[in-house]
């Protein structure tokens, strides 16, 4: 493969993901594969307008696939927003003879990636890291199918102590803006309701859905809230509102938090950060730009970086149909 670039920088960006670090490596290896040297960039655009760099080599990434987190580290950065912050990191790039690069984070990330990009006619290809899962052009980005079993085996035990004391668990998950977390481990951790913020399914509803449930003598239930569901009532208040209108609940909540971005990447996304990782290489070094590495139909494909950003996820209906079906 001839190719003009003869050196890559990769960096992680934005919220941090499980299956970073599994890219990373996959970068770092294609790079080493294909005789083309490779550069970390340490915490993301922070790091490239401070010339925070280290030459990686095919060894420097040993024993981190299994890892969470990412071994690049990740930050935000408000000085890439303004152009002399932008100027400061072309210039560090230019002196260090890195002349593509691959960006491993959300649609903010990609942001920063398509305006410097549009300044600089700098080579990018992105790789979509976060566990939200809502980035079009993709049916996952690293880190959802993690996250999503990292929380049903948490909901798993919650459902044991709920079940043991006879309780309504109200679980807060990860989701301001989109419920794909909520409904996959809803339906994978056989919850009640699912509450997301696509589809407002109303307070009355779920009272109904749970006096059904008491009725039909189920011992125990479980409601997954995404942080920005329809109802508009945060999970506390949920909590409230179903004890005052349903006296027979002994209610409790758990809210998730950052527990959801932790640990060490499933299989599906350590398999999907190495096929990112070697799809991003070869494209940067076919002389693409400015797309997104995604997974559509499980064949790996290349989207706009532009459309990825604009472009909205949506919600599986069917999923929802299913969840329906499986709580009467
Ligand atoms: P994520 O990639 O997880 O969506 P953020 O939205 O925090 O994370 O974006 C990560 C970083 O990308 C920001 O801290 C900033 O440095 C950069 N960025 C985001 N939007 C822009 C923009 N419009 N112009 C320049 N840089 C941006």
């Not at 095919?58 to 071994?71: C, E, P």
């Not at 000085?79 to 303004?82: A, E, G, N, W, Y």
């Not at 920005?228 to 945060?234: A, L, M, P, Q, S």
């Given at each position: 493969m001839k190719s003009k670039i003869k050196k890559i920088g990769v960096f992680t960006s934005g919220g941090d993901s499980p299956g970073m670090n599994a890219a990373i490596r996959a970068v770092v290896r294609t790079c080493a594969y294909l005789k083309v040297d490779c550069v970390g960039i340490y915490r993301g655009y922070q790091g490239m307008i401070e010339a925070d760099f280290k030459p990686m080599d095919?060894?420097?990434?040993?024993?981190?696939?299994?890892?969470?987190?990412?071994?690049l580290k990740s930050a935000r950065c408000d000085?890439?927003?303004?152009a002399e912050g932008r100027k400061k990191a072309y210039d560090n790039l230019i002196a260090e003879g890195i002349d593509a690069l691959v960006v491993i984070g959300g649609d903010g990330s990609f942001t920063g990636a398509m305006v410097f990009n549009k300044e600089y006619d700098f080579p990018i290809i992105g790789i979509p890291g976060t566990i939200?899962?809502?980035?079009?052009?993709?049916s996952n980005t690293l880190g959802f199918d993690t996250a999503t079993n990292t929380v049903v085996e948490i909901i798993d035990k919650i459902r044991d102590t709920a079940s043991s004391h006879n309780r309504l668990f109200f679980v807060e998950v990860m989701g301001r803006d989109v419920g794909h977390i909520a409904l996959n481990v809803g339906v994978g951790a056989g919850a009640e309701e699912i509450l997301i913020?696509?589809?407002?399914?109303?307070l009355e509803r779920l009272l109904e859905s749970l006096k059904r449930s008491k009725k039909s003598g189920k011992s125990s239930s479980i409601v997954v809230v995404a942080e920005?569901?329809?109802?508009?009532?945060?999970v506390f208040e949920l909590k409230d509102y179903v004890e005052k209108h349903l006296p027979i609940y002994d209610v409790r909540v758990s809210v998730l938090g950052h527990l959801q971005r932790g640990g060490a990447p499933s299989c599906f996304d350590r398999v999907l950060a190495s096929r990112m990782g070697v799809k991003a290489v070869e494209s940067l070094l076919e002389g693409k730009s400015n797309f997104m590495v995604g997974i559509q139909n499980n064949e790996i494909t290349l989207t706009p970086i532009s459309k990825a950003i604009k472009g909205h996820t949506k919600i599986d209906k069917e999923l929802i149909r299913v969840s329906d079906i499986m709580t009467t």
């Open positions: 095919a060894r420097s990434v040993n024993n981190i696939i299994n890892k969470g987190g990412t071994i000085d890439f927003r303004t939200d899962n809502d980035i079009f052009g993709t913020p696509e589809e407002n399914l109303g920005g569901d329809k109802t508009g009532e945060n």
